[in-house]
């Protein structure tokens, strides 16, 4: 309370006390007990009604003391267990949380990490996968514009995520513990396998393999890759200390139609710690036919090269760019993509009214709109010569086929002339459009079923900017592909509509995420969210029964199978109101990633602690990284000075006095006739 507050709460008193006396005092020829009852009424009135004007403040100054964070965050993946660090690994832990000079300096944070990143305090080491990223990017966003020390103890072997070394925020810095035994011992290692999902009967695949090798001598190992008892490919490899890796390519025959698992192995004459890396299993799905694509576009643009690009990411696909000139023959194409139709696409719009080829339209700033709407009857284009950017809004309720939204609100706008779109017939709208604000309730993508004959319109030009801010948000290309296959995938089926479509893959790895989403549609064809969906799964080789409820999401629904052994599978996906079923089988091939190891990565965890000015430390040395970081004088606790300024009375009581005060003067006098 400052001294002008001090001085105005003296003169309230003054004038609240020379008021009562002037009132029941002044000049008065007697004074009773009442009399000065009265009188003290009055004061407290006068001066409650002063002090309500005034509103004295207190302030009230209390020191806080804030610590630098000390994250410290233990790998809790399955490899670490597999090196033999498990316990090493808790008693670090255990020693760096129990000092009490790093509980007296620092909060310390306690975290674990496997495929995912959480608050804990108790490890099991049983996580399949190790995503060292995760830890940079949750990390950056609990201590934000902080400077603090990380304490890592992992075995630095990443089996998932960007890159680790650079995640991290090089303004601060990371100590790694590595855990496991660093000593070099011989090791041969397929380290891993590229190959396409599928391929094409009576053609060869490529496989590209690449072999590693820990050791200080050389060494002669045989590469094969066999399928049951037929090797495929055999061939001799020799390592060095100076030649540690190789890069093999091999061409396999496609001789047979459907799933085809094959056997990677390397063999040498050298005893080794760890075997399991020497062998890796990879599935190819063999089909017998491809799905052709023509885009067709008499203007060079760049979603023309965006639309090839995402759609052949799926090796069913094969795409051909043509010029309408150059359309004689388009009989050996399943899908048609017109791209900013104008007269001179005539020629291809009469050979496809006999061929009835599937179309996607998309439409732009060079397409012709009166020509257009002479080729087809599906959208009327009434349009101007004015440019105009049009936003996208996904519509939840779409159901021809599984699509989730991929942040379509969020993508750059299309370019397309202002107008007016209207749908002639029932059409499907997955995405329609809007002007900044502005809800315009027409279509952006549209797609029609009549007869067998499906179509797309796209009204706008620019998805390749779509693709690009695909990729800078998720950091790959691969869920707008997925979108772009799927509308393929629409079009090149003349399928009829079925009640219950599942979806799933043929052959998944031990780790992966093993999920089968399934629609279910009334007889309207419309999405139906009230069904009950249920899988039972079968081991084909034990013969145990497994069933799960597929969960609702936003228009499918999914159900997630994690953990499953390796093995064969069938399964059965049943809708319980219609009795609607569909089954199929896939396969869970055996590869644990987190046993591929025998040393921790050094190399790795060095150069982590080089980007972020760290060091990195061994558990014999954790009384050096405890004494490390008590010396470091650029983490010193701060301590904040906090003024609270609270009110010297509470308003609402003092209203409550002065009106018991004023009532009980009243009835006082009123009881005594002073009234």
């Known amino acids: 309370m400052n001294r002008s507050t001090l001085l105005l709460i003296i003169l309230s008193v003054l004038v609240a006390g020379g008021l009562s006396y002037f009132q029941y005092f002044y000049k008065a020829k007697s004074t009773s007990k009442i009399t000065k009852l009265l009188a003290f009424l009055r004061f407290i009135t006068v001066f409650g009604l002063l002090l309500l004007l005034i509103n004295p403040i207190i302030s009230r100054s209390t020191f806080e003391t804030i610590k630098t964070p000390l994250p410290i965050v233990v790998d809790n993946s399955s490899s670490i267990t597999d090196l033999k660090a498990n316990v090493v690994a808790k008693e670090v832990y255990e020693k760096l949380v129990s000092n009490a000079k790093l509980k007296d300096k620092f909060d310390i944070q306690s975290y674990g990490f496997d495929a995912d990143f959480q608050p804990t305090e108790n490890f099991d080491f049983k996580g399949k996968q190790t995503n060292i990223d995760e830890v940079a990017k949750n990390l950056k966003s609990i201590n934000k514009n902080l400077n603090y020390p990380t304490v890592l103890i992992s075995d630095g072997n990443q089996t998932s995520g960007s890159d680790y070394v650079f995640s991290f925020d090089a303004n601060n810095k990371v100590y790694p513990l590595a855990v496991g035994d660093t000593t070099t011992y011989l090791d041969l290692k397929i380290n891993q396998i590229n190959v396409n999902k599928y391929a094409f009967h009576k053609n060869k695949f490529p496989v590209e393999i690449f072999l590693q090798y820990a050791g200080t001598k050389s060494v002669n190992a045989n590469f094969a890759i066999s399928q049951g008892n037929n090797v495929l490919s055999k061939q001799s490899i020799s390592f060095s200390p100076s030649k540690k890796s190789v890069v093999l390519n091999v061409l396999l025959p496609a001789d047979k139609t459907g799933l ?108 012709d709109f009166s020509f257009l709407n002479q080729q087809q009857d599906i959208i009327d284009f009434k349009m101007s010569s004015q440019k105009e950017d049009y936003l996208a809004n996904f519509d939840s309720n779409f159901n021809l086929f599984a699509i989730d ?271």
């Open 260 to 367: 085809q698992i094959f056997n990677a192995t390397l063999t040498s004459s050298e005893a080794e710690k760890n075997t399991y890396n020497n062998a890796k299993k990879f599935a190819v799905e063999i089909i017998d036919q491809k799905t052709e694509v023509a885009i067709i576009s008499a203007i060079n643009h760049p979603d023309v090269g965006a639309l090839k690009r995402g759609i052949e990411t799926n090796a069913q696909r094969k795409v051909t760019i043509l010029k309408p000139n150059q359309t004689n023959d388009l009989s050996k194409y399943n899908v048609l993509v017109i791209y900013q139709p104008n007269t001179t696409f005539k020629q291809v719009f009469d050979s496809n009214k006999n061929l009835k080829i599937n179309t996607w339209i998309i439409t732009g700033l060079n397409t």
């Open 405 to 675: 939204n991929l942040g379509f609100e969020s993508f750059p706008p299309l370019e397309n002339p202002f107008g007016t779109i209207t749908s002639k017939n029932n059409n499907t709208t997955l995405l329609s459009s809007r002007i900044r604000n502005v809800e315009t309730n027409q279509p952006m993508l549209t797609f029609s079923d009549n007869q067998g004959k499906r179509n797309a319109f796209l009204c706008g030009e620019n998805i390749w900017k779509w693709r690009a801010h695909s990729f800078v948000d998720k950091k790959t290309f691969e869920e707008f592909d997925v979108f772009l296959d799927k509308t393929i995938q629409f079009l090149a089926s003349n399928d009829s509509k079925k009640s219950l479509i599942v979806n799933h893959e043929r052959f998944y790895n031990s780790g992966d995420a093993l999920e089968i989403t399934a629609q279910y549609f009334n007889k309207n064809y419309e999405f139906d969210d009230k069904a009950r969906l249920t899988i039972s799964v079968t081991n084909n080789k034990t013969k145990q029964v497994k069933r799960y409820d597929l969960l609702k999401t936003n228009n499918s629904f999914k159900v997630n199978l994690d953990g499953l052994p390796a093995g064969q599978y069938s399964f059965k996906v049943k809708e319980l109101n219609s009795n609607a079923s569909y089954s199929s089988n896939f396969e869970v091939l055996d590869f644990d990633i987190e046993k591929q190891f025998v040393n921790p990565d050094m190399v790795k965890l060095k150069q982590l602690a080089s980007q972020t000015k760290g060091a990195v430390f061994v558990p014999n040395q954790i009384d050096a990284l405890i004494k490390t970081l008590l010396d470091n004088e650029d983490y010193k606790a701060i301590q904040k000075d906090i003024v609270k300024k609270t009110p010297f009375i509470d308003w609402v009581w003092l209203l409550v006095l002065i009106a018991l005060s004023l009532a009980s003067e009243w009835f006082i006098r009123k009881y005594n006739g002073l009234l």
